[in-house]
């Protein structure tokens, strides 16, 4: 019998492959008539704030931002370029290619899944649509809770919606939000994703001290599933 009852996923950088800003940002950022590097600093230093949802809706969010970074967009166009924010967020996400192997064996083996992932309105928007969205037995957005995390609130939605103890959950993610601390704050047994590819990785407040389990990639995370949590 598995020694866990659910295995928790973060989403960017775990359950995909490193995220960049692709070109297609850039380019929002010029129909809005704002310079594209500007747009960036903003979206950097307001990542939390934006995932948290401070600044409302996913249009008024972008109306935020273009404004703080000095653009003039014509009317109409913040609403117009919503389908092409949501296509850019898309276009940076790769799945890595055991993901959808790894979720499938870990609900073979009777162990629920959920995600948990620090994001902006775009994600709920096409997860759906990835093949790893019907292998979730949970999702939980931070955008949607008005919360992020290492908030043991966030931790706490999952399990509620799995019908587990946090004591039940492995917790499995690249670090950023300081998510693995967290994780392991509310009883949760933190392991850390530490895929080659996650050097040029975009993160933000990483958990640069978590000196706990670590993997190579998704499927390792079944080696831990049959082994006492004393030993993980």
Same mark, same amino acid.
């Given at each position: 019998?598995p !020694?866990?009852?659910?295995v928790? %996923?973060d %989403?960017f950088?775990?359950?995909?492959r490193?995220v960049?800003?692709? &070109?297609q @940002? *850039? +380019?929002?950022?010029r129909?809005l008539?704002? +310079? &594209?590097? *500007?747009?960036?600093g #903003? ?13 409302g809706?996913a249009?008024?969010t ?9 653009g003039?967009?014509?009317p109409? !166009?913040?609403?117009? *370029?919503? $389908? ?7 276009a940076?996400t790769?799945?890595r &290619?055991?993901?959808?192997?790894a979720l499938?064996?870990?609900r073979r ?5 959920a995600?948990?992932?620090?994001c /902006? @309105?775009?994600?709920?928007?096409f ?6 969205a019907?292998?979730?037995?949970a ?5 949607e809770?008005?919360?992020?995390? $290492?908030?043991?609130?966030i931790y706490?939605?999952?399990? +509620?919606?799995?019908s587990?103890?946090p004591?039940?959950c492995?917790y499995?993610g690249?670090?950023?939000?300081h998510?693995l /601390?967290? !994780? *392991?704050?509310?009883g949760?047994? &933190?392991v ?5 590819d ?6 933000? +407040?990483?958990?640069?001290? %978590? ?6 990639s998704? /499927?390792? #995370?079944?080696?831990l599933?049959d082994r006492? $949590?004393?030993?993980?």
């Amino acid at each position: 019998m598995p !020694a866990y009852r659910a295995v928790v %996923f973060d %989403f960017f950088g775990t359950l995909t492959r490193s995220v960049q800003r692709g &070109p297609q @940002h *850039a +380019d929002i950022a010029r129909s809005l008539g704002a +310079d &594209p590097e *500007a747009v960036r600093g #903003v979206l950097d230093r307001t990542f939390r704030a934006r995932a948290c949802g401070r600044y409302g809706s996913a249009e008024a969010t972008l109306r935020w931002v273009i404004d703080q970074a000095g653009g003039r967009p014509r009317p109409g !166009a913040i609403r117009a *370029a919503m $389908p092409a924010r949501v296509d850019a967020l898309r276009a940076d996400t790769q799945l890595r &290619p055991d993901a959808v192997t790894a979720l499938t064996e870990i609900r073979r083996r009777g162990v629920r899944t959920a995600l948990i992932s620090d994001c /902006t @309105h775009e994600l709920p928007a096409f997860l759906p649509g990835l093949p790893v969205a019907p292998l979730l037995d949970a999702q939980i957005f931070s955008v949607e809770l008005g919360i992020c995390k $290492p908030d043991p609130r966030i931790y706490r939605a999952a399990c +509620d919606a799995l019908s587990v103890a946090p004591q039940d959950c492995l917790y499995v993610g690249d670090g950023g939000s300081h998510e693995l /601390t967290g !994780a *392991a704050a509310v009883g949760m047994t &933190p392991v850390r994703l530490a895929a080659r590819d996650l050097t040029n990785h975009l993160v933000f +407040d990483a958990d640069t001290n %978590f000196a706990g389990r670590t993997v190579r990639s998704l /499927t390792e #995370v079944l080696t831990l599933l049959d082994r006492t $949590p004393a030993l993980v």
